[in-house]
């Protein structure tokens, strides 16, 4: 294999498993409603473990930043949805980009807030995950987003009240704290498909793994 059908290959791979820059959600490749399973979220979210120094050739994490990322993480647990600023929402993803995640495909019906009844199994099976002890206890980001029909405001609401719709559902049926489930909206401002803005694949919601459950409130 070619060095550049190397790189190629390693990219495509790292694209399912990160959100991109300044957590660009919409380049990761979805998981389909009907296809996820609790293991593979389980999988997809568990807490990256560190190298050994023997093995890790890159650069070390500073530990304050940690400590203050901690910190924020902290200052988001069990607010509302709408409280958020701007300028904490980009906070959010800025963090986010590097954690674990999946992009599953929770899609809603046309202007409303509603999930789709072909999403329910893959909104059973992502409660069926957060309380696996693999991952109970940590801090998750629900991140709601919707096409782009209608104004920016409109949007913005919209996918706030579904990112709240996911966490009511996760609260009420699985009972996850709600403190454990930061709910943020980005409107129309990160389409999966910007080449088909209207599509319904951008409406969607996804999950973040935001902090290791060892420094998660239990």
Request: glycine share 8%; proline share 5%.
């Amino acid at each position: 294999m070619s060095k550049i059908s190397g790189r190629r290959s390693l990219t495509a791979i790292l694209s399912l498993l990160t959100l991109g820059a300044a957590l660009s959600f919409g380049l990761g490749k979805a998981v389909a409603a009907d296809d996820v399973t609790e293991d593979q979220i389980v999988r997809a979210l568990a807490p990256k473990k560190p190298l050994t120094r023997g093995l890790s050739s890159g650069p070390q994490a500073d530990p304050a930043a940690i400590a203050a990322e901690g910190r924020f993480v902290q200052t988001i647990r069990g607010r509302a949805t709408r409280s958020l600023s701007s300028s904490e929402r980009e906070e959010i993803a800025t963090i986010a980009k590097d954690k674990p995640n999946i992009d599953l495909e929770i899609n809603f019906d046309y202007n409303s807030a509603d999930i789709s009844k072909k999403s329910l199994p893959s909104v059973q099976a992502l409660g069926k995950a957060l309380t696996n002890p693999d991952l109970k206890g940590s801090t998750f980001v629900v991140a709601g987003h919707t096409d782009a029909v209608g104004s920016d405001p409109y949007n913005q609401d919209l996918s706030e009240r579904r990112a709240d719709s996911v966490k009511r559902y996760l609260v009420e049926k699985y009972g996850i704290p709600g403190a454990d489930l930061v709910t943020v909206g980005y409107g129309e401002t990160k389409l999966k498909d910007p080449k088909n803005p209207t599509s319904e694949v951008n409406r969607r919601v996804q999950v973040v793994n935001m902090a290791n459950k060892t420094t998660a409130s239990k």
